[in-house]
């Protein structure tokens, strides 16, 4: 009996493993609020690097223990997931819409505007990203919104690729010459016959591109060019701690572990999806 | 051949031109870049001579054009903060951080050739699946933490490596590994492909009918034709791990140009982010350039594209 498309994803250990590792990070951000066991900014200097409370010396109060500032880890850990599952979709939004959009017009019309939308891809994959969000953070003083927009703005090339190539592939596929005869519309062939077709393969790119905003934000934030401090994001938190980690290995091997995860699930349903079509864009 | 040359040199000669507009408009973003420099402490008059002395008072096209002509001539000015050329700043660090990307290279190929290969030779096994599950957890690796974590593990408990710092070969090793890092996975799995598409083709079928050993077949006639694109791949990674080398320098303390752009971010030494964004952008171009002719060269069959 041949199977469906869902029944064989169920059956990929990759996508369970992935799926619940993204569907409990999503879950555990959006009730952040209502789930944390303490105020993930309430400073006690008394109760500074607590060790979490299955190691020696910990407290039960504090499963995964304090920060440097006494804050709960947990609880920082939690506001964490949100700032990093925030970055990575409103990135994937924003570079999606830029890469797409110039990969489908390159693909589908091709000559001299294709010409000009390669070269957009080449000049953008010749600029170091890393270097020019850090710059740009510090020129403009860095904020959560910035970090979002520099990413957006800086991570739409493999959108494009990928776009682009599989538009040339359709474009003249026999249901999008069907579409013209029936006469309709340019901006119907556009967004009616070829973005429902590419969808699958974008939505590849969205996994890959949202896992690669995740960590860069937090590499940012590790600078100290990414989200602003007093927030919890997993980059900070590990930049925070680093000058103890030499004492208390924990302090930075538990949100470094957490974005490790995270970034795993988020590249383990792509590769789930990937297989599920049976093409190969690691390239 | 000649007409790809050229035109494939012409469009990197653009994309040059755009980057260097491009790095000559970042460092406009912040809207007053004399108040910027003059930092949080400074008087109006400050601010007046600092934009009198660097030329900021000129309208922004004469400041353009001064700039871009000193600049495709090598010359990017005077660095604020280090009170030095900044030519002769990024060619005092660039070694390192050309070090550090060639070790992260080579340990990168280490790695993924031979993984690559007998993840082809056994496609579909559990060698297979767990070559892929390697690369997975490669890419999902936050760099800066990797090597947090083996300078806790290899530096502090096992004692064998330096923390930091670059005086002896040593200190190369683990930011070479973190680096080596980010091109793992990609290495890897185009290795694998290729290796896969060479093993399946014509010319292994006849090089088996000869009888040719198994290793005199996977080498010379399966490898020497997975090889094409993962020289061109290396040579563009290469350029990807320069680019991102500032947070492993960061991390290591190694004073390469990646360390010397994150200072200078963080005192708004300008004329110094500048010049390194627009040096290692130029680096990839040349670097991309290479792999494509090489590539050409190797295959002739793309020419024509």
Redesign the interface.
Known sequence: MPMTRGGRLLRNP?FVVGAAIVAFTTIVAILAPWIVPYDPFAIDLQRRLVPPSFMEGGDPRNFLGTDQLGRDYLSRLIYGARISMVIGVLTVITSGLIGITLGVLGGFYGGKIDDFVV?CI??R????????A???A???GSSFMLVVLVLGLLLWDRFAVVARSTTMQIRNLDYVAAAWCAGVSRWWVLTREVLPNIATHLAVVATLEM?LAI?LE??LS????GVPPPLPSW?LM?SEA?EY??FE?WV??IP?AA??IL??GV??LG?ALRDMMGT?L?? | MLRFFLRRFAVAVLVALTVLTLAFMLTRLSGDLAISIAGPNATAEDVETIRRVYGLDRPVWVQYFDWLGRAVQGDFGESYFFRDRVANLIGARMPVTLTLGLVGLVIALVVSLPLGILAAVREGSWVDRAVALFAMIGQAMPSFWLGLVLMIVFGLQLGWLPISGVETWEGFVLPGVVLAFSAIPSLTRLTRSGMIEALSSDYIRTARAKGLSRLSILVKHGFRNAAIPVVSIAAVQLGFMLGGSVVIETVFALHGVGFLAWESISKNDFPVVQAVVLVLALIYIALTLLADLLNAVLDPRLRTA
Not at chain 1, 125 to 132: C, D, E, K, R, T
Not at chain 1, 222 to 225: N, R, S, T, Y
Request: hydrophobic fraction near 65%; charge should be positive; aromatic fraction near 8%.
């Open positions: 990759g070269f080449t000049t994959l010749s600029i170091p990203a890393v270097l020019v850090l710059a740009v510090a020129l403009r896992a960590l937090a590499a590790f600078l100290g060019l980059g590990i680093k980690m030499f290995a930075i091997i470094g974005l490790f970034v795993l590249n383990l590769d190969d690691s390239r």
